[in-house]
T-cell receptor
Framework: GQNIDQPTEMTATEGAIVQINCTYQ??????LFWYQQHAGEAPTFLSY????GLEEKGRFSSFLSRSKGYSYLLLKELQMKDSASYLC???????????FGAGTQVVVTP | EPEVTQTPSHQVTQMGQEVILRCVPI?????FYWYRQILGQKVEFLVS????????KSEIFDDQFSVERPDGSNFTLKIRSTKLEDSAMYFC?????????????FGPGTRLTVT
Protein backbone atom coordinates (compact mmCIF):
# COMPACT_ATOMS: atom_id res chain seq x y z
CA GLY A 1 0.00 0.00 0.00
CA GLN A 2 0.89 3.65 -0.04
CA ASN A 3 0.69 6.48 2.48
CA ILE A 4 1.23 10.12 1.52
CA ASP A 5 1.46 13.02 3.97
CA GLN A 6 1.52 16.73 3.22
CA PRO A 7 0.58 19.76 5.32
CA THR A 8 -3.02 20.88 5.14
CA GLU A 9 -2.45 24.59 4.63
CA MET A 10 0.33 27.13 4.19
CA THR A 11 0.16 30.91 3.97
CA ALA A 12 2.76 33.12 2.29
CA THR A 13 3.10 36.65 1.01
CA GLU A 14 3.10 37.70 -2.62
CA GLY A 15 6.67 37.65 -3.96
CA ALA A 16 7.90 35.24 -1.31
CA ILE A 17 8.97 31.59 -1.56
CA VAL A 18 7.02 28.63 -0.20
CA GLN A 19 8.17 25.02 0.16
CA ILE A 20 5.53 22.28 0.33
CA ASN A 21 6.79 19.00 1.76
CA CYS A 22 5.48 15.54 0.94
CA THR A 23 6.52 12.36 2.72
CA TYR A 24 5.47 8.94 1.61
CA GLN A 25 5.70 5.23 2.27
CA UNK A 26 5.24 2.87 -0.65
CA UNK A 27 6.05 -0.69 -1.65
CA UNK A 28 6.61 0.23 -5.31
CA UNK A 29 7.84 3.49 -6.80
CA UNK A 30 7.83 4.76 -10.37
CA UNK A 31 7.57 8.48 -10.03
CA LEU A 32 6.31 11.33 -7.91
CA PHE A 33 4.13 14.03 -9.40
CA TRP A 34 2.99 17.46 -8.28
CA TYR A 35 -0.29 18.87 -9.50
CA GLN A 36 -1.96 22.24 -8.92
CA GLN A 37 -5.71 22.33 -8.36
CA HIS A 38 -7.77 25.50 -8.17
CA ALA A 39 -11.12 25.18 -6.41
CA GLY A 40 -13.70 23.44 -8.60
CA GLU A 41 -11.20 22.74 -11.35
CA ALA A 42 -9.14 19.80 -12.58
CA PRO A 43 -5.62 19.03 -11.36
CA THR A 44 -3.00 20.43 -13.73
CA PHE A 45 0.41 18.83 -14.09
CA LEU A 46 3.34 20.76 -12.59
CA SER A 47 6.30 18.41 -12.22
CA TYR A 48 7.59 14.85 -12.25
CA UNK A 49 10.53 13.28 -10.41
CA UNK A 50 11.66 9.68 -10.71
CA UNK A 51 15.36 10.09 -9.85
CA UNK A 52 16.80 11.80 -6.79
CA GLY A 53 17.51 15.48 -7.15
CA LEU A 54 16.03 18.77 -8.18
CA GLU A 55 13.95 19.47 -11.28
CA GLU A 56 13.49 23.15 -12.11
CA LYS A 57 10.76 24.55 -14.28
CA GLY A 58 10.45 28.32 -14.22
CA ARG A 59 9.14 29.50 -10.86
CA PHE A 60 8.47 25.92 -9.74
CA SER A 61 11.06 23.36 -8.63
CA SER A 62 10.56 19.86 -7.26
CA PHE A 63 12.97 17.72 -5.29
CA LEU A 64 12.99 14.00 -4.59
CA SER A 65 14.87 11.77 -2.18
CA ARG A 66 13.76 8.17 -2.70
CA SER A 67 15.77 6.83 0.25
CA LYS A 68 14.05 9.27 2.61
CA GLY A 69 10.60 8.94 1.01
CA TYR A 70 10.53 12.71 0.68
CA SER A 71 9.74 15.32 -1.92
CA TYR A 72 9.13 19.03 -1.90
CA LEU A 73 7.67 21.56 -4.29
CA LEU A 74 9.21 25.01 -4.20
CA LEU A 75 7.22 27.96 -5.46
CA LYS A 76 9.24 31.14 -5.99
CA GLU A 77 8.13 34.73 -6.60
CA LEU A 78 4.64 33.90 -5.42
CA GLN A 79 1.74 35.48 -7.28
CA MET A 80 -1.87 35.79 -6.16
CA LYS A 81 -2.88 33.29 -8.86
CA ASP A 82 -0.71 30.65 -7.11
CA SER A 83 -3.36 30.40 -4.40
CA ALA A 84 -4.52 26.83 -4.93
CA SER A 85 -4.25 23.30 -3.59
CA TYR A 86 -1.01 21.48 -4.43
CA LEU A 87 -1.29 17.72 -4.73
CA CYS A 88 1.54 15.25 -4.25
CA UNK A 89 0.89 11.99 -6.15
CA UNK A 90 2.75 8.68 -6.30
CA UNK A 91 2.88 6.21 -9.14
CA UNK A 92 3.66 2.62 -8.25
CA UNK A 93 4.17 1.03 -11.68
CA UNK A 94 5.25 2.14 -15.12
CA UNK A 95 2.14 3.90 -16.34
CA UNK A 96 -0.66 3.14 -13.96
CA UNK A 97 -2.71 4.82 -11.31
CA UNK A 98 -1.71 7.87 -9.35
CA UNK A 99 -2.27 7.81 -5.61
CA PHE A 100 -2.89 11.35 -4.42
CA GLY A 101 -2.21 13.01 -1.10
CA ALA A 102 -4.89 15.15 0.48
CA GLY A 103 -3.31 18.33 -0.91
CA THR A 104 -1.80 21.44 0.62
CA GLN A 105 -3.88 24.60 0.35
CA VAL A 106 -1.54 27.54 -0.31
CA VAL A 107 -2.95 30.97 0.46
CA VAL A 108 -1.03 33.91 -1.02
CA THR A 109 -1.66 37.22 0.72
CA PRO A 110 -0.88 40.72 -0.61
CA GLU B 1 -2.58 22.79 -27.08
CA PRO B 2 -4.43 19.44 -27.07
CA GLU B 3 -6.61 18.83 -24.04
CA VAL B 4 -8.93 16.27 -22.51
CA THR B 5 -12.60 17.21 -22.76
CA GLN B 6 -15.53 15.92 -20.72
CA THR B 7 -19.30 16.17 -21.05
CA PRO B 8 -21.53 17.10 -19.41
CA SER B 9 -19.94 19.57 -17.02
CA HIS B 10 -22.71 18.97 -14.51
CA GLN B 11 -25.17 16.07 -14.25
CA VAL B 12 -28.01 15.83 -11.77
CA THR B 13 -29.71 12.46 -11.44
CA GLN B 14 -32.02 10.63 -9.08
CA MET B 15 -30.84 7.75 -6.95
CA GLY B 16 -31.10 4.44 -8.84
CA GLN B 17 -30.79 6.01 -12.28
CA GLU B 18 -28.05 5.19 -14.77
CA VAL B 19 -25.58 7.86 -15.86
CA ILE B 20 -22.95 7.92 -18.56
CA LEU B 21 -20.07 10.35 -18.28
CA ARG B 22 -18.19 11.06 -21.47
CA CYS B 23 -14.58 11.92 -22.14
CA VAL B 24 -12.53 12.62 -25.23
CA PRO B 25 -8.87 11.95 -24.36
CA ILE B 26 -5.96 13.67 -26.11
CA UNK B 27 -5.87 12.17 -29.59
CA UNK B 28 -2.52 10.35 -29.62
CA UNK B 29 -2.78 9.09 -26.04
CA UNK B 30 -3.16 5.38 -25.40
CA UNK B 31 -3.72 5.18 -21.63
CA PHE B 32 -6.95 6.33 -20.04
CA TYR B 33 -8.12 6.77 -16.48
CA TRP B 34 -11.09 7.79 -14.37
CA TYR B 35 -10.70 9.43 -10.98
CA ARG B 36 -13.24 10.96 -8.63
CA GLN B 37 -13.10 13.60 -5.96
CA ILE B 38 -15.81 13.90 -3.34
CA LEU B 39 -16.18 17.52 -2.22
CA GLY B 40 -13.43 18.43 0.24
CA GLN B 41 -11.65 15.11 -0.12
CA LYS B 42 -8.68 13.83 -2.07
CA VAL B 43 -8.61 12.67 -5.68
CA GLU B 44 -9.23 8.90 -5.80
CA PHE B 45 -8.33 6.47 -8.57
CA LEU B 46 -11.18 4.47 -10.08
CA VAL B 47 -9.90 2.62 -13.15
CA SER B 48 -7.19 2.54 -15.80
CA UNK B 49 -7.71 1.34 -19.38
CA UNK B 50 -5.34 0.34 -22.16
CA UNK B 51 -5.65 -1.60 -25.39
CA UNK B 52 -9.42 -1.83 -25.01
CA UNK B 53 -9.41 -3.43 -21.63
CA UNK B 54 -9.29 -2.51 -17.96
CA UNK B 55 -5.75 -2.66 -16.58
CA UNK B 56 -6.49 -1.91 -12.96
CA LYS B 57 -9.47 -0.92 -10.86
CA SER B 58 -9.90 0.24 -7.29
CA GLU B 59 -12.23 -1.07 -4.61
CA ILE B 60 -14.58 1.81 -5.42
CA PHE B 61 -15.03 0.48 -8.97
CA ASP B 62 -17.58 -2.22 -8.16
CA ASP B 63 -20.12 -3.96 -10.39
CA GLN B 64 -22.15 -0.76 -10.70
CA PHE B 65 -19.35 0.85 -12.70
CA SER B 66 -18.20 0.09 -16.23
CA VAL B 67 -15.99 1.77 -18.82
CA GLU B 68 -16.00 1.61 -22.57
CA ARG B 69 -14.16 3.01 -25.54
CA PRO B 70 -16.97 2.77 -28.09
CA ASP B 71 -15.02 4.36 -30.95
CA GLY B 72 -11.59 5.81 -31.63
CA SER B 73 -12.14 8.98 -29.64
CA ASN B 74 -14.60 8.58 -26.76
CA PHE B 75 -14.03 7.00 -23.37
CA THR B 76 -17.08 6.60 -21.14
CA LEU B 77 -17.81 5.80 -17.51
CA LYS B 78 -21.21 4.29 -16.75
CA ILE B 79 -22.74 4.06 -13.31
CA ARG B 80 -25.60 1.59 -13.53
CA SER B 81 -27.65 2.49 -10.47
CA THR B 82 -26.46 5.66 -8.79
CA LYS B 83 -26.30 6.06 -5.02
CA LEU B 84 -26.19 9.25 -2.99
CA GLU B 85 -22.54 8.56 -2.16
CA ASP B 86 -21.65 8.62 -5.87
CA SER B 87 -22.04 12.41 -5.79
CA ALA B 88 -18.59 13.72 -6.68
CA MET B 89 -16.51 15.35 -9.37
CA TYR B 90 -15.41 12.74 -11.91
CA PHE B 91 -12.19 13.39 -13.80
CA CYS B 92 -11.01 11.63 -16.92
CA UNK B 93 -7.28 11.60 -17.65
CA UNK B 94 -5.06 10.34 -20.43
CA UNK B 95 -1.36 9.81 -20.97
CA UNK B 96 1.15 8.67 -23.57
CA UNK B 97 4.62 7.16 -23.40
CA UNK B 98 6.61 10.33 -24.08
CA UNK B 99 10.02 10.01 -22.43
CA UNK B 100 8.71 7.15 -20.33
CA UNK B 101 7.05 9.70 -18.09
CA UNK B 102 3.40 8.78 -18.74
CA UNK B 103 2.28 12.19 -17.47
CA UNK B 104 -1.45 12.18 -16.90
CA UNK B 105 -3.48 15.11 -18.20
CA PHE B 106 -6.87 15.69 -16.64
CA GLY B 107 -10.11 16.86 -18.17
CA PRO B 108 -12.19 19.61 -16.54
CA GLY B 109 -14.43 17.10 -14.78
CA THR B 110 -18.12 16.26 -14.58
CA ARG B 111 -19.85 17.22 -11.35
CA LEU B 112 -22.34 14.43 -10.59
CA THR B 113 -25.08 15.21 -8.10
CA VAL B 114 -27.30 12.31 -7.02
CA THR B 115 -30.53 13.30 -5.29
Amino acid sequence: GQNIDQPTEMTATEGAIVQINCTYQTSGFNGLFWYQQHAGEAPTFLSYNVLDGLEEKGRFSSFLSRSKGYSYLLLKELQMKDSASYLCALRGDSWGKLQFGAGTQVVVTP
Amino acid sequence: EPEVTQTPSHQVTQMGQEVILRCVPISNHLYFYWYRQILGQKVEFLVSFYNNEISEKSEIFDDQFSVERPDGSNFTLKIRSTKLEDSAMYFCASSDRTGGRYEQYFGPGTRLTVT
